[in-house]
């Protein structure tokens, strides 16, 4: 953190050798010297990388946040990719549609026809969310295939993702079935939402700015249809860390407000890793009353309490041990109610893959509704 503290002032001065600089000048240099330690720390923040890696990234592209984390994500991956052939682009804009049944290969081939053999149950439809940990590049591939593997296993309606990057849009693209995929960004890492054809109807779909964030947070909503019934569909990658608990809090309240301002005919779900306290809920005075938390709604099942358990995950190898309900699932059912309830939820993603690592350092959650026609 020194190095990167005294990186940061000798970037901000420029003077003649051994001339003081005057007051005011002083002033300005201590001032920008200021603001590029407090992106250094920003940055690692959000890569989970050491001040001195995000020092040397943020220099490299004039301190410039976006463009330091884009050559950030993107330099390890284009030289493993250059070494194992090369990999398509993700060619999508901001909130744009991606069809992942485009271009099928022979290994997913029969994950397709499995699927399509399976007979729709009206009655109920089926919902992931997953951080899946793009931020994190070791295994990157292996991991990826994992996260389809599970998308293929359980064959849900709707995936909520977080920390996608942008070399995940490819990996979605080979290794996923049919879905159609809308990502909440394309630069950095960001959030996405899958929705399985021809099943789950797209109707419109909106990117929700966070105003003060640091982290590149926002919401992501996606209005579908399901067997008929309308509903909104929203998730987001809350701001991270114990110090940035004001912001989340700030972001929760934009959630909660977006969830009550939609249509009573709509059935409203939000899911994502909101890295939230209990605390920081209390702090707005708990859940609205018409909104519910899925986990608690179903008795809080011990089985899928925690997402985030640096005991039984061992892929940040934390010497800390440590276990939070860091993703949660919200409900606000349409307004003459029993159309959707939520009927179970469980944790995937707990075994480790061959390369020895799980695919993410967080649990998944499999979240069923019954849909009553």
């Given at each position: 953190e020194e190095?990167?503290?005294?990186?940061?002032?000798?970037?901000?001065?420029?003077?003649q050798a051994g001339e003081p600089l005057p007051e005011e000048e002083e002033e300005e240099v201590l001032h920008l010297a200021k603001q590029r330690r407090m992106l250094c720390s920003e940055f690692a923040a959000i890569t989970s990388s050491d001040a001195e890696v995000a020092c040397s990234f943020l220099a490299g592209n004039d301190w410039h946040m976006q463009r330091a984390l884009n050559a950030y994500f993107e330099r390890p991956l284009e030289k493993e990719e250059a070494a194992a052939g090369g990999m398509p682009p993700a060619c999508a804009g901001p909130g744009s549609c991606i069809d992942l049944t485009a271009d099928a290969t022979t290994s997913n081939a029969s994950v397709n026809s499995t699927d399509s053999r399976q007979q729709e149950d009206d009655s109920s439809f089926s919902l992931i969310s997953w951080n899946i940990d793009g931020l994190d590049l070791g295994n990157l591939k292996e991991r990826a295939r994992g996260i389809c593997s599970y998308l293929a296993l359980y064959s849900p309606d709707v995936v909520f993702l977080q920390e996608v990057i942008p070399p995940h849009l490819c990996l979605l693209q080979v290794g996923a079935g049919s879905y159609t995929i809308i990502p909440g960004n394309i630069d950095g890492y960001f959030t996405a939402i899958m929705l399985k054809k021809p099943r789950v109807k797209l109707l419109k779909h909106e990117i929700i700015p966070f105003p003060t964030t640091s982290m590149?947070?926002?919401?992501?909503?996606?209005?579908?249809?399901?067997?008929?019934?309308?509903?909104?569909?929203?998730?987001?990658h809350l701001e991270s860390t114990k110090n940035h608990s004001k912001e989340r809090v700030k972001q929760l309240q934009i959630v909660l407000n977006k969830m009550q301002m939609e249509s009573e005919s709509n059935t409203v779900i939000f899911g994502g890793d909101t890295n939230l306290r209990d605390?920081?809920?209390?702090?707005?005075?708990?859940?609205?009353?018409?909104?519910?938390?899925?986990?608690?709604?179903?008795?809080?099942?011990?089985?899928?309490?925690?997402?985030?358990?640096?005991?039984?995950?061992t892929n940040l190898g934390a010497q800390y041990k440590c276990k939070m309900r860091l993703d949660r699932i919200y409900f606000r059912p349409a307004a003459d109610g029993g159309h959707i309830i939520p009927r179970s939820m469980d944790l995937i993603g707990l075994e480790k893959l061959d390369c020895g690592r799980f695919p993410s350092d967080h649990w998944g959650l499999l979240c069923n509704f019954d849909l009553i026609l």
């Open positions: 190095a990167a503290a005294a990186a940061a002032d000798e970037g901000a001065r420029c003077p590149m947070r926002n919401l992501l909503v996606v209005y579908v249809s399901i067997s008929g019934n309308e509903i909104c569909l929203m998730t987001s605390s920081e809920v209390t702090k707005l005075g708990n859940l609205p009353n018409n909104i519910t938390d899925v986990w608690e709604f179903l008795g809080k099942p011990q089985h899928c309490r925690y997402t985030w358990d640096t005991h039984s995950n």
